[in-house]
């Protein structure tokens, strides 16, 4: 049988590979107890309080979602303030469908996207599934954005500029001193994208406020995830936030009835419970501090991370042979070869508890490598 045509964007397109489960490594290699901490899940579940509202909207499953997605977005527009509205909001299926959409509104006709070279590895996947170019700009020596590198590479053809804010895999910010440089310098007919997943674990003060830049009315999106600090990765809920000249417009690419409203519900509930996610907070905080100190002292190297992740390099054997006998340990990571750093493993902050075992058990593989 001959192949139908096929869309040549997508033939050579890399797979997103996500991290390994919990239930495919237990039986791979026999174990009883594994840690996972490849997917940045959040340490210590969803709230309480989400857990109750997708149960109590459970019994509403077999109707079409209904208000609680214009609710939600309302509700945003309340957390958020700087006196947005819910037209400001588009919520999605986990910021991926978020990005997803935004590539598919600002790419055609060809066009490209510049990014950095080590960044989410779904910017430049989507910029070519929709036919574009994506321009992957080296970072600098420190492995921070060039934003001055991203600026030279903006041509008349450029629709849209990334920037992941916690990068992910550095965990790098953007300081409010250099995105106002960057858009004081970047062309109107660009949409510059804040993606901004894991925002919620910044502590640093000289994170930028990419809020007031469309209360300004630039060109700017802003992404962010209800995987994160609300620990609803499995909900699949994301949204965008922009000028409403921007969103009204993306809008035309929402697939109907595209996120369920039991997950709606939960991301909802999370909103109420400010507590939880401050103590969700506090737990990545206290995780990251220590587990920088422990692994300096055994001579790698950590990004400086503002997320609730940490990527790890100088290591004494190739990465790929630490993260496969750090899984024969029962510890998941993730080896950042597609996120740009062929010579780091991303470990995400767990409970103290798969810290410790984390811990552990590199050192085993250290001392034996
Ligand atoms: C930088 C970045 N952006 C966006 C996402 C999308 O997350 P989700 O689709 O779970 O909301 C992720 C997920 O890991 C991410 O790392």
Known sequence: MRNPRFNPNLIDLP??????????VKREFGLEKVVKLASNESPIGPSPKAIAAAQAMLNQAHLYPGNTERELRRKLADHTGYGLNENN????????????????????????????????????????????????????????????????????????????????????IITQAEADAFMARVPDHVVVLFDEAYYDFVDDPAYADSLAYIKEECNVLIVRSFSKTAGLANMRVGFMVGPERLTNYVRHVQRPFHTGEIALAAAL?????????????????????????????????????????????????PVDEIVAALLQRGIIVRSMAAFGLPDAFRVTIGSSEANELFLQALKDVLVIG
């Open 89 to 172: 909001f588009i919520v999605g299926n986990g910021g991926t469908d978020i990005l997803h959409m935004i590539a598919q509104a600002f790419i055609f006709d060809g066009g490209n996207a510049v990014m950095s070279r080590v960044t989410f590895p779904m910017y430049h996947i989507f910029v070519k599934a929709f036919g574009g170019e994506p321009r992957r700009v080296e970072p600098l020596p420190d492995c921070r954005h060039d934003l001055d590198g991203m600026l030279q590479q903006i041509d008349a053809d450029t629709r849209l500029v990334f920037l992941c804010t916690p990068n992910n895999p550095t965990g790098h």
């Open 269 to 317: 509930g999370s909103l109420d419970d400010d507590a939880f996610r401050r103590q969700h907070q506090q737990v990545v905080w206290e995780g990251r501090r220590y587990l920088c100190a422990k692994l300096r002292e055994l001579g790698l190297k950590c990004f400086p991370s503002q997320s609730n992740f940490i990527s790890i390099t100088n290591l004494p054997r």
């Open 15 to 24: 797979f997103y590979v996500p991290g390994k489960s919990v239930e495919d």
